[in-house]
Each structure stands twice: as C-alpha cells, then as structure tokens.
C-alpha cells in the first residue's frame, strides 16, 4: 500500500502499547476492536487523534495558538499521512435520544444555517425544484419566448376542485373580465356555463391575450401581476398556437402539485423546534 494512500504508524508505544507498526488505509470506514486493555483507545486517541490534532495547531499562527491547548506529542517513532483530525468523546452516561453525530461535534448549528442559506427547497410530493420568482422575473423569461409568439396570461382561480362555481363566475364577470378557461375552453362570461358539481374542474380567468414582443412589456407586467394577484401567487402563459403552458408562481409554491413552503430559515431544519421537527415523531426519529 502507497504511503500516501494510508497513515503509517511506527513504534508506538503510547500507554500499554509494545512498540507496534501499523497501516490503517485512508477514506475508508475503520474499526479497531480488541478486548479491554489492549490498546484501542490508546492507538485511536492517545496516538493518531493526538498526534493530528497536534500538528494542526501547530501549522497556526502563533495568536491563534494562544487560544488552543497544544497536545504532548505522543510516544511514537514515526507517524505519517495524519490529517487533521476530530475526536468524539466517548460518553457513559444515560442515552440522549436528541443526541446526534452533529449535536456532539458542535456542527449542527453550523449545518442549520448553511442548509437555510444556500438550500435549494424541492417539493415532496414531485420532486421538481421549488422556487420564489418576483412579478419582474416571470416578466422575463415570458419575453424570451420567440418573438411574434401570441399567448394567453391566465389567472387559475380554481384547480382541480368539484363544485358549481355560480359564485365564482359572477364576480369574475363583475370585476371586467370578459373570458374564462375552464377545462380546457375558452368561454365568454356572458355564455350560460352551468358545470357539474361532482367533476373536478380547474377555471382560469383570461387576463390578457398577446403577442410577444420588446414593446409589450408594460402591459404584460400589468398583466401578470392582475394574474398574481387573482390566483393567489400562480399565473399560467399558455402558447396560443402550440398549446403548451408554462406556470409561474411569486411564492415557494409547487405549481403542479399546489405545495407550499416556508421561506428557508434555520429553525426548520431543528428537530428541537415546532417548526422543524417531524410532526409524527416530535423531532425523535422513532415513534413512541
């Protein structure tokens, strides 16, 4: 085995240890086991961990320094291909089910707040990627569609839901509307819709029908905030000629499967905390 590929010990004599040699191979998982007494701990902790720990400090600066107890340098001829190295302390008293890896090593605060900051929230259902768009930004990317393409910025007020939605369609046609799509087809508000109220049905609210182009922007930024504003944070671009739609939403939302999230922050990934912990196991990670 390469030296570079292991951390070769030589002479170590640290406590009840009798002058052993030993290669223990890097980036792989590493038992010592042996029967008490025989110089587990006094290899594990006493020795390497000692020994990494100590050329770590040492490589700082002499300010830092002052800040660190620096460890005895371990009884051993030679030691090499050490990294920095981290001990958990081993521990005896009663069990902590809140107890993790994380929380012993101190990096759970740590983890909680990288996660928060640059986390990027998928939904769980699934699985596509959720993200928060301004009014501005949908604005954009709607503008790089071809130019000359004709679309329809739709509000969808109602999505995938039984009822009649008499309601409904008279105070879309009382704030000016003059078309709505539902299930698929455009209908003049004026038009007798009656709908079944044991079917789903999904009514969208056509706000606007355009033509792509530099100097539309105004009116479409118009537009789809109407469109925000009516849905609830959604708005639907439906190309007129191809039929295919792109749904947009201002909110850490799912637009497919209606999911919705809070803004990232560090207590919603604490297991300690109402807002983070699983509502089944209260943050445990087993049922009682």
Same mark, same amino acid.
């Given at each position: 085995?390469?030296? !570079?590929? !292991?951390?070769?010990?030589?002479?170590?004599?640290? +406590?009840?240890?009798?002058?052993?040699?030993?290669?223990?191979?890097?980036?792989?998982?590493?038992?010592?086991?042996?029967?008490s007494g025989s110089g587990k701990s006094s290899l594990a902790f006493d020795t390497i961990y000692?020994?990494? *720990?100590?050329?770590?400090?040492?490589?700082?600066?002499?300010?830092?320094?002052?800040?660190?107890?620096?460890?005895?340098?371990?009884?051993?001829?030679?030691?090499?291909?050490?990294?920095?190295?981290?001990?958990?302390?081993?521990?005896?008293?009663?069990?902590?089910?809140? !107890?993790?890896?994380?929380?012993?090593?101190?990096?759970?605060?740590?983890?909680?707040?990288?996660?928060?900051?640059?986390?990027?929230?998928?939904?769980?259902?699934?699985?596509?990627?959720?993200?928060?768009?301004?009014? *501005?930004?949908?604005?954009? *990317?709607?503008? *790089?569609?071809?130019?000359?393409?004709?679309?329809?910025?739709?509000?969808?007020?109602?999505?995938?839901? &039984?009822?009649?939605?008499?309601?409904?369609?008279?105070?879309?046609?009382?704030?000016?509307?003059?078309?709505?799509?539902?299930?698929?087809?455009?209908?003049?508000?004026?038009?007798?819709?009656?709908?079944?109220?044991?079917i789903k049905h999904t009514i969208e609210v056509v706000v606007d029908r355009l033509k792509v182009?530099?100097?539309?922007?105004?009116?479409?930024?118009?537009?789809?905030?109407i469109a925000l504003q009516l849905a609830g944070g959604l708005v639907s671009i439906q190309n007129?000629?191809?039929?295919?739609?792109?749904?947009?939403?201002? +909110?850490?939302?799912?637009? &497919?499967?209606?999911? !919705?999230?809070?803004?990232?922050?560090?207590?919603?990934?604490?297991?300690?905390?109402?807002?983070?912990?699983?509502?089944?196991?209260?943050?445990?990670?087993?049922?009682?």
């Open positions: 085995m390469k030296t !570079s590929d !292991s951390i070769v010990i030589r002479g170590a004599r640290e +406590h009840n240890l009798k002058n052993i040699d030993v290669e223990i191979p890097r980036n792989q998982f590493v038992v010592i086991t042996g029967l000692a020994e990494g *720990q100590r050329r770590y400090v040492e490589s700082l600066s002499a300010y830092a320094r002052q800040f660190l107890g620096l460890m005895e340098k371990p009884d051993v001829d030679y030691i090499e291909g050490l990294s920095p190295a981290i001990s958990i302390e081993q521990k005896t008293t009663q069990k902590n089910p809140r !107890s993790t890896v994380g929380t012993v090593t101190e990096i759970y605060d740590y983890l909680r707040l990288l996660f928060a900051r640059v986390g990027h929230p998928h939904c769980y259902v699934c699985g596509d990627p959720i993200s928060r768009q301004t009014p *501005q930004q949908i604005v954009d *990317q709607i503008l *790089q569609f071809p130019e000359g393409t004709r679309i329809l910025v739709l509000a969808p007020v109602v999505r995938g839901r &039984k009822g009649e939605y008499r309601d409904l369609l008279e105070e879309i046609k009382r704030e000016g509307f003059l078309r709505v799509r539902i299930d698929g087809k455009v209908y003049a508000v004026d038009e007798p819709i009656r709908l079944n109220k044991n182009q530099p100097k539309i922007r105004q009116r479409l930024t118009e537009s789809v905030e007129a000629e191809t039929g295919e739609e792109h749904l947009f939403s201002e +909110h850490f939302a799912c637009p &497919k499967c209606g999911i !919705s999230i809070e803004e990232l922050e560090p207590r919603l990934f604490s297991f300690n905390s109402p807002y983070g912990a699983c509502p089944t196991c209260d943050g445990l990670g087993q049922k009682q």
